[in-house]
């Protein structure tokens, strides 16, 4: 069974600690390490491209900032960046 990391995010979590655990299959099974789920599709990708856009950037606003964070647990997003957006109100 080949392992490897994906530049994907989880769709339950969003961390990109992500596996292919099945790349060989019709759908690629995806394994989260941070959360332990399986799921058949990673985040969606214009979503992932948002946040990770707006982690590159840190522009982003408090309310996408609380959105995500309700959605996603592990996006590795620096708190700091949450922190003076909610403050940016
Ligand atoms: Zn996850």
């Given at each position: 069974?080949?392992?490897?990391?994906?530049?994907?995010?989880?769709?339950v979590?969003?961390?990109?600690?992500?596996?292919?655990v099945?790349?060989?299959?019709k759908?690629p099974?995806?394994?989260?390490?941070a959360?332990?789920?399986?799921?058949?599709?990673?985040?969606?990708?214009?979503?992932?491209?948002?946040?990770?856009?707006?982690?590159?950037?840190?522009?982003?606003?408090?309310?996408?900032?609380?959105?995500?964070?309700r959605?996603?647990?592990?996006?590795?997003?620096?708190?700091?960046h949450?922190?003076?957006?909610?403050?940016?109100?």
């Amino acid at each position: 069974m080949a392992l490897y990391m994906t530049t994907n995010r989880c769709a339950v979590c969003g961390s990109k600690n992500l596996d292919v655990v099945c790349n060989s299959c019709k759908t690629p099974v995806y394994h989260c390490r941070a959360c332990g789920a399986d799921m058949s599709q990673a985040m969606e990708a214009s979503m992932q491209s948002r946040i990770d856009l707006a982690q590159f950037t840190g522009a982003y606003s408090a309310e996408d900032a609380r959105s995500w964070k309700r959605q996603y647990q592990n996006l590795d997003m620096q708190d700091r960046h949450f922190i003076s957006g909610a403050m940016n109100l």
